[in-house]
């Protein structure tokens, strides 16, 4: 009766405290490839994690839970906030552990994904979630994937311990800028959102040197002697696109980098950080008196990577009024100064009745959020800067289309593209041409000349490539060099077919919850 009844009051903060994590964003692969070891539960590999999503595009294949709800925060934006009239249940970390490992032996789950209100202090809350770490991995030997999410706040000392359990750790920047974090997140300071960021950064850094760095081949459909040649294309290709953004930077009269000083001030972070290692005073500056490297010697696990997935990051969209271009700003100074593994976007959702914040019922900026992820993509994957993106005279994009078709259409004049002539970079900078079929082109125009019927069974979309691009001299149709024309055009090529349900109504958007009927665990 007694085992019934813990099962009954498991089952009911499980339901509370899934529904409450539902606006954390954690659909990623995992990064890290552990198999199993014949000793413990479970096991991780680098491509695992998002192989199952909901209706929406939602992945459920990680338990995503909140360790508790209660929080002594008052955030404008949460449902979690202090002075919202909540249910309010905690987990002891046993019952974290004992739903984890039911969940993964029932194969429901591949990882955990946990994060949490704040109760008491935020040293307290992550020394919460480092005692639920270590049971999980000790007590009940899992071995699967765990990605934590970091409390700002917290003490260096128990970020480091938690950081050798985990595969993944984020920290929330929250707001796209400080000065929209001092209105609606009050209780929350820029300073101790950033130095567990470069904590973590630094953990990461020093366990690979230790360790060393392994990595993943690279799946490349070409044989050994063509592959070298390619890259060797690449490399002078790179050089010019070096170049061309050389050029681009020059001409703006404020870049992106200025931009996301403006917003989050990072240089004043670096420097405060660099006085206070050098001085050894913790007062002023949120990191333990001891360095990093007398932290990892004390505490280090010799068996195990530190982070050995990386970190990521949110930032919610539309409650403040930042433009598209602070964002991207933003992000692209994360990659480059912080080596972000991603940053995440999520469209705001207004659950509290606030004058500083949108009105309840507005849609949330879906359309707005898939566009920033796939302009993040062409950060990361295709040689592009924000400052070529958007301008301040250009300062958000086009949601009616992609922001690859966008760019391109503000920059006819490098356009049309010789398909058998085009170098990787500006290959890739085709709309409708990604990183797969550009490395296909370039090994298939070795052997024969190309024509549109060949690049469309590489991969490329040409819907969106036949207005930028030409086959032995000659586009697909006669298609005018104009603005306005090719984006009508674009614009009607994009327009999302509508979903109708079987009662007539169209389809609409809604978090995934673990308890959803459609989805029975």
């Known amino acids: 009766m007694t085992n019934i009844m813990q099962m009954n009051g498991i089952m009911e903060k499980l339901t509370i405290l899934s529904d409450a994590a539902k606006y954390d964003v954690a659909c990623t692969s995992s990064g890290v490839h552990r198999g199993g070891d014949g000793k413990n539960i479970g096991n991780a590999f680098a491509s695992g994690i998002c192989h199952a999503f909901t209706g929406d595009g939602r992945c459920i294949s990680l338990l995503k839970i909140l360790f508790t709800n209660e929080c002594i925060y008052d955030c404008k934006y949460c449902v979690n906030r202090s002075s919202n009239d909540n249910r309010r249940a905690t987990f002891t970390p046993d019952e974290v552990c004992q739903l984890t490992v039911?969940?993964?032996?029932?194969?429901?789950?591949?990882?955990?994904?946990?994060?949490?209100?704040?109760?008491?202090?935020?040293?307290?809350?992550?020394?919460?979630?480092?005692?639920?770490?270590?049971?999980?991995?000790?007590?009940?030997?899992f071995n699967g994937y765990v990605h934590i999410k970091g409390i700002p706040g917290a003490s260096a000392d128990v970020i480091e311990m938690v950081g050798y359990l985990a595969d993944r750790m984020s920290v929330n920047l929250e707001l796209p800028t400080a000065e929209g974090l001092r209105q609606v997140a009050p209780n929350k300071v820029r300073k101790n959102i950033l130095s567990p960021m470069r904590q973590i950064q630094n953990g990461i850094k020093e366990s690979r040197q230790t360790h060393g760095v392994t990595s993943m081949k690279s799946r490349v459909y070409i044989d050994e002697k063509s592959y070298y040649n390619q890259l060797a294309e690449m490399r002078d290709s790179y050089a010019r696109l070096q170049d061309y953004q050389k050029g681009v930077k020059a001409i703006?009269?404020?870049?992106?980098?200025?931009?996301?000083?403006?917003?989050?001030?990072?240089?004043?972070?670096?420097?405060?950080?660099?006085?206070?290692?050098?001085?050894?005073?913790?007062?002023?500056?949120?990191?333990?008196?001891?360095?990093?490297?007398?932290?990892?010697?004390?505490?280090?696990?010799?068996?195990?990577?530190?982070?050995?997935?990386?970190?990521?990051?949110?930032?919610i969209i539309g409650a403040t009024g930042e433009s598209d271009y602070q964002i991207m700003s933003v992000t692209e100074a994360l990659y480059r100064k912080f080596e972000m593994k991603r940053v995440f976007y999520s469209a705001f959702i207004n659950v509290n009745?606030?004058?500083?914040?949108?009105?309840?019922?507005?849609?949330?900026?879906?359309?707005?959020?898939?566009?920033?992820?796939?302009?993040?993509?062409?950060?990361?994957?295709?040689?592009?800067?924000?400052?070529?993106?958007?301008?301040?005279?250009?300062?958000?994009?086009?949601?009616?289309?992609?922001?690859?078709?966008?760019?391109?259409?503000?920059?006819?004049?490098?356009?049309?593209?010789?398909?058998?002539?085009?170098?990787?970079?500006?290959?890739?900078?085709?709309?409708?041409?990604?990183?797969?079929?550009?490395?296909?082109?370039?090994?298939?125009?070795?052997?024969?000349?190309?024509?549109?019927?060949?690049?469309?069974?590489?991969?490329?979309?040409?819907?969106?490539?036949?207005?930028?691009?030409?086959?032995?001299?000659?586009?697909?149709?006669?298609?005018?060099?104009?603005?306005?024309?090719?984006?009508?055009?674009?614009?009607?090529?994009?327009?999302?077919?509508?979903?109708?349900?079987?009662?007539?109504?169209?389809?609409?958007?809604?978090?995934?919850?673990?308890?959803?009927?459609?989805?029975?665990?």
């Open 102 to 141: 039911e969940f993964y032996r029932r194969n429901y789950i591949e990882g955990l994904f946990l994060s949490s209100g704040i109760i008491k202090s935020p040293d307290y809350t992550m020394g919460l979630l480092y005692e639920t770490l270590f049971l999980l991995r000790t007590k009940y030997r």
């Open 252 to 315: 703006r009269q404020k870049n992106a980098d200025a931009v996301a000083e403006q917003s989050w001030n990072f240089t004043q972070m670096q420097t405060a950080e660099t006085v206070a290692k050098k001085n050894n005073i913790a007062q002023n500056f949120p990191v333990s008196n001891r360095s990093t490297s007398q932290i990892t010697r004390n505490l280090s696990y010799p068996d195990r990577y530190f982070v050995p997935a990386g970190q990521s990051t949110q930032m």
């Open 353 to 521: 009745e606030d004058a500083s914040l949108p009105a309840i019922g507005k849609k949330p900026p879906l359309l707005r959020e898939h566009r920033l992820y796939q302009a993040d993509f062409l950060l990361r994957f295709y040689g592009f800067q924000a400052d070529e993106l958007l301008s301040e005279k250009n300062p958000n994009f086009n949601e009616q289309i992609d922001p690859k078709c966008d760019w391109a259409v503000h920059h006819l004049e490098l356009f049309p593209v010789e398909i058998n002539k085009a170098d990787y970079y500006t290959l890739l900078r085709v709309p409708g041409i990604g990183t797969k079929s550009a490395k296909r082109i370039l090994s298939a125009r070795r052997h024969a000349t190309l024509d549109f019927s060949d690049i469309k069974k590489m991969g490329v979309v040409l819907k969106r490539a036949l207005y930028f691009i030409t086959c032995k001299g000659k586009m697909m149709y006669q298609t005018r060099m104009e603005e306005n024309y090719i984006t009508r055009h674009l614009t009607y090529n994009e327009k999302p077919a509508e979903m109708f349900l079987s009662d007539g109504t169209t389809s609409g958007y809604e978090q995934f919850s673990l308890f959803d009927p459609q989805y029975h665990l």
